[in-house]
C-alpha cells in the first residue's frame, strides 16, 4: 500500500489549500483514513480522519482546531482523500502526512499510534 500526498505549499493567513492523497495498491472499502500533522518540535498530531464501510464514508471527524476550517473528503473512484483548509493560520504550519488503516472499523478518531500506512508528507507553511 502507498500514499501519497500533494497540495502543500506556502500561503499567507486567511489563504486556502486543498491537500491530495492517493492511495494506491490496496482499494479501502472499509477501515479508515486520516490526515495528521507534525510541526518542528512537536509530536505528530491528529487533523481530521473518515471512517469508511462497504465503499462508503461512514463518519468524519476534525479536531477542534480545525472545525469550520477544514473539510476532509474522499473520492473513492480516484481512491484518493482529500483535506481543504479554509482560513489558515500560522499555527497551522507542519508536515502534513496522510494514514489509512483498514483495521479500523466504524470510527477514526485514533492517534497516530493505530495507523499502518503513512505517506511521506507534505509541507504547509503559512506566514503571518
Known amino acids: 500500500v502507498q500514499l501519497v500526498e500533494s497540495g502543500g505549499g506556502s500561503v499567507q493567513a486567511g489563504g486556502s489549500l486543498r491537500l491530495s492523497c492517493v492511495v494506491s495498491?490496496?482499494?479501502?472499502?472499509?477501515?479508515?483514513m486520516g490526515w495528521f500533522r507534525q510541526a518542528p518540535g512537536k509530536e505528530r498530531e491528529a487533523v481530521s480522519c473518515?471512517?469508511?464501510?462497504?465503499?462508503?464514508?461512514?463518519?468524519?471527524h476534525q479536531e477542534d482546531f480545525v472545525k469550520g476550517r477544514f473539510t476532509i473528503s474522499r473520492d473513492s473512484a480516484k481512491n484518493t482523500v482529500y483535506l481543504h483548509m479554509d482560513d489558515l493560520k500560522p499555527e497551522d504550519t507542519a508536515v502534513y502526512y496522510c494514514?489509512?488503516?483498514?483495521?479500523?472499523?466504524?470510527?477514526?478518531?485514533?492517534?497516530?499510534?493505530?495507523?499502518?500506512?503513512w505517506g511521506r508528507g507534505t509541507q504547509v507553511t503559512v506566514s503571518s
Open positions: 494514514a489509512a488503516d483498514d483495521r479500523l472499523i466504524g470510527r477514526c478518531s485514533y492517534g497516530p499510534g493505530y495507523y499502518d500506512y
Open positions: 495498491g490496496e482499494t479501502f472499502d472499509d477501515g479508515a
Open positions: 473518515l471512517s469508511i464501510s462497504d465503499g462508503k464514508t461512514l463518519n468524519t
